[in-house]
């Protein structure tokens, strides 16, 4: 198979949804379509336990268990299907944004009976911005929910989103009767002990077919030819160019635990869902299709033994075939580099590759040399763009509880930054260290990590810090932007690149500040250029 054949085979995608949806079920239920793995319960133990709030171990555990699970391939169909894992835990929502930066596409999950949740709104907002073509999945039709109409209209409303209904069920909750699947023109029948058996529908073109009423009966069979009837009155048809340009989103219904629907989704899904697409870099658009190699570090794995400090860096690849053993430049340090065991990720293993393509995930063991948002290549000067900061939400001063291991403490902090667990600003006045992060799980965690992987200790101090605010000057000599410096001297900070950071304690601040400084522009995001 030659490059371009590689390449249109290949679909990465992500699955987002609010916790407790059915992420991890749905996936479950792909990967034994792929014939990935055996039996289902194998992808469980990759999540948070619910509620956690302090078990590191768990954590620990669970950080484990997701390097192999961080990425889970398989075949079907002859495409090969890379799912990488996006954590529903809302404190690890920073290395989900992340992922979303080596996604094509992603699938949403959505539970009927709760219907669009805060979790799925955040997520879906990243992926609009970035135009990722999307299909949604709604999960649990075999338990009562909302009505099915309703349901589409909150999906439009509150993500924002045009939806195209590509199967309709039939019925909910105890009189859940099965889909029509629109997409395939096949009527997919849910009852008693086929409920866990893959069958592949049966054809119906003509609804008015009177064999309809014969299957489901006639009072099911009327409300199926209207509510269908209205599906094409209301929502457009498909169109596979305006899915690709994130203008509609397909619906699929079904019941994941059920492996109910699932098939359905997962045939239209390789059909329709992108190939790896091209990437911008900050010098030009890069094609998966060019000969030469380019990749990205998305995310940064600690090894789970502590005396082995050695990490997994996870690499997408843009463009080009990466290799075993082959010099490939790492573009911010200038220096050349090769790699003797490439990991690539199988459902539950990972293995040494020689070879990998655009749309592949490498797994590269790492000393310390990457960060996130690294870009590898063959030689030429490039860096990928999106892979930014988001501000956190929870700030906290971090002091050294421990004045023998101040180098530890320092050592440590810096990698679990490049790692991505928080961000670390310093404080313009003092010097002072202020950690940030997405959820207050992640201040344990790394007080739990400095002391058993570092032998550092930390102590926290309150902060009361509402944003950190990137700072961008329309002109760095300006009066206005000497000022602001001079006014808000206090609150300024410097972030991990050294760019200058304005730590505002609260809303009202970030607006009067905007309002009396307008030529400073102040930025949630740390990458706005
Ligand atoms: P998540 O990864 O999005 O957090 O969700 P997960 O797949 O773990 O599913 C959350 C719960 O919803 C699980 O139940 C799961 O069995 C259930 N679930 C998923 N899909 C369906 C479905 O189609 N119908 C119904 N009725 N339930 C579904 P749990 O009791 O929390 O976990 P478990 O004890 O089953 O493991």
Same mark, same amino acid.
């Given at each position: 198979?030659?490059l371009?054949?590689e390449?249109?085979?290949?679909?990465?995608?992500?699955?987002?949804?609010?916790?407790?949806?059915?992420?991890?079920?749905?996936?479950?239920?792909l990967?034994?379509?792929?014939?990935?793995?055996?039996?289902?319960?194998a992808?469980?133990?990759?999540?948070?336990?619910?509620?956690?709030?302090?078990?590191?171990?768990?954590?620990?555990?669970?950080?484990?268990?997701?390097?192999?699970?961080?990425?889970?391939?398989?075949?079907?169909?002859g495409k090969?299907i890379?799912?990488?894992?996006?954590?529903?835990h809302?404190?690890?929502?920073?290395?989900?944004?992340?992922?979303?930066?080596?996604?094509?596409?992603?699938?949403v999950?959505?539970?009927?009976?709760?219907?669009?949740?805060?979790q799925?709104?955040?997520?879906?907002?990243?992926c609009?911005?970035?135009?990722?073509?999307?299909?949604?999945?709604?999960?649990?039709?075999?338990?009562?929910g909302?009505?099915?109409?309703?349901?589409?209209?909150?999906?439009?409303?509150?993500?924002?989103?045009?939806?195209?209904?590509?199967?309709?069920?039939?019925?909910?909750?105890?009189?859940?009767?099965?889909?029509?699947?629109?997409?395939?023109?096949?009527?997919?029948?849910?009852s008693?002990?086929?409920?866990?058996?893959?069958?592949?529908?049966?054809?119906?073109?003509?609804?008015?077919?009177?064999?309809?009423?014969?299957?489901i009966?006639?009072?099911?069979?009327?409300t199926?030819?209207?509510?269908l009837?209205?599906?094409?009155?209301?929502?457009?048809?498909?169109?596979?160019?305006?899915?690709?340009?994130?203008?509609?989103?397909?619906?699929?219904?079904?019941?994941a635990?059920?492996?109910?629907?699932? *098939?359905? $989704?997962?045939?239209?899904?390789? %059909?329709?869902?992108?190939?790896?697409?091209?990437?911008?870099? @900050?010098? =030009?658009? !890069?094609?998966s299709?060019?000969?030469?190699?380019?990749?990205?570090?998305?995310?940064?794995?600690?090894?789970?033994?502590?005396?082995?400090?050695?990490?997994?860096?996870?690499?997408?690849?843009?463009?080009?075939?990466?290799?075993?053993?082959?010099?490939?430049?790492?573009?911010?340090?200038?220096?050349?580099m090769?790699?003797s065991?490439?990991n690539?990720?199988?459902?539950?293993k990972?293995?040494?590759?020689?070879?990998?393509?655009?749309?592949?995930?490498?797994?590269?063991?790492d000393?310390?040399n990457?960060?996130i948002?690294?870009?590898?290549?063959e030689?030429?000067?490039?860096?990928?763009?999106?892979?930014?900061?988001?501000?956190?939400?929870?700030?906290?001063?971090v002091?050294?509880?421990?004045?023998?291991?101040?180098?530890?403490?320092? *050592?440590? $902090?810096?990698?679990?930054?490049? %790692?991505?667990?928080?961000?670390?600003?310093?404080?313009?006045? @003092?010097? =002072?260290? !202020?950690?940030?992060?997405?959820?207050?799980?992640?201040?344990?965690?790394?007080?739990?990590?400095?002391?058993?992987?570092?032998g550092?200790?930390?102590?926290?101090?309150?902060?009361?810090?509402?944003?950190?605010?990137?700072?961008?000057?329309?002109?760095k000599?300006?009066?206005?932007?000497?000022?602001?410096?001079?006014?808000?001297q206090?609150?300024?900070?410097?972030?991990?690149?050294?760019q200058?950071?304005?730590?505002?304690?609260?809303?009202?601040?970030v607006?009067?500040?905007?309002?009396?400084?307008?030529?400073?522009?102040?930025?949630f995001?740390?990458?706005?250029?």
């Amino acid at each position: 198979m030659d490059l371009l054949q590689e390449i249109q085979r290949r679909r990465t995608f992500g699955i987002i949804s609010h916790p407790d949806a059915g992420k991890t079920t749905l996936t479950e239920k792909l990967l034994l379509f792929g014939g990935a793995i055996q039996e289902a319960g194998a992808v469980k133990s990759n999540k948070i336990k619910k509620g956690a709030t302090s078990d590191f171990m768990e954590i620990e555990r669970q950080r484990g268990i997701s390097v192999s699970t961080s990425v889970l391939a398989f075949i079907y169909k002859g495409k090969k299907i890379n799912i990488l894992d996006t954590p529903g835990h809302k404190d690890f929502a920073e290395d989900t944004f992340r992922t979303l930066t080596a996604v094509d596409s992603v699938i949403v999950v959505i539970d009927v009976a709760k219907g669009v949740e805060a979790q799925t709104e955040k997520l879906v907002e990243v992926c609009r911005m970035r135009n990722i073509p999307m299909i949604v999945f709604i999960n649990k039709l075999d338990r009562e929910g909302k009505d099915a109409f309703d349901l589409l209209d909150e999906v439009e409303q509150k993500l924002g989103l045009k939806v195209v209904p590509l199967s309709f069920p039939i019925g909910m909750g105890y009189d859940f009767k099965g889909i029509y699947n629109i997409w395939e023109k096949k009527l997919n029948l849910f009852s008693g002990d086929a409920k866990q058996k893959v069958t592949d529908g049966i054809e119906f073109t003509d609804l008015d077919d009177p064999e309809l009423d014969k299957m489901i009966g006639e009072k099911a069979a009327e409300t199926l030819r209207e509510e269908l009837e209205l599906v094409r009155e209301v929502y457009p048809g498909f169109d596979k160019e305006a899915y690709l340009n994130s203008e509609i989103q397909p619906v699929f219904f079904g019941s994941a635990l059920n492996n109910f629907g699932v *098939k359905e $989704l997962l045939d239209c899904f390789i %059909e329709i869902a992108p190939s790896p697409q091209p990437k911008m870099s @900050n010098t =030009r658009l !890069v094609d998966s299709k060019e000969d030469k190699f380019t990749g990205f570090v998305f995310k940064i794995h600690a090894n789970m033994d502590p005396k082995h400090r050695d990490r997994l860096a996870f690499v997408k690849i843009v463009s080009g075939i990466f290799k075993r053993n082959t010099n490939y430049l790492h573009v911010k340090h200038g220096k050349k580099m090769k790699f003797s065991s490439p990991n690539a990720f199988f459902a539950e293993k990972k293995e040494i590759v020689d070879e990998s393509f655009p749309g592949d995930i490498v797994g590269l063991h790492d000393t310390g040399n990457f960060k996130i948002g690294d870009t590898l290549t063959e030689g030429e000067i490039l860096e990928f763009k999106g892979v930014p900061s988001f501000s956190p939400e929870h700030f906290r001063y971090v002091n050294n509880a421990d004045p023998m291991k101040a180098k530890q403490l320092a *050592k440590g $902090l810096d990698q679990l930054m490049d %790692e991505g667990v928080a961000q670390l600003f310093t404080l313009d006045l @003092n010097g =002072r260290k !202020v950690i940030g992060t997405v959820g207050a799980l992640q201040f344990e965690v790394i007080q739990y990590r400095l002391e058993h992987e570092y032998g550092a200790k930390c102590s926290y101090e309150n902060l009361n810090v509402h944003k950190a605010c990137w700072v961008e000057p329309e002109d760095k000599q300006s009066e206005e932007f000497k000022e602001f410096k001079r006014v808000k001297q206090r609150y300024l900070a410097k972030d991990k690149k050294g760019q200058l950071v304005f730590l505002a304690d609260s809303a009202f601040t970030v607006q009067m500040t905007q309002q009396k400084y307008p030529t400073v522009k102040l930025h949630f995001v740390s990458e706005f250029k």
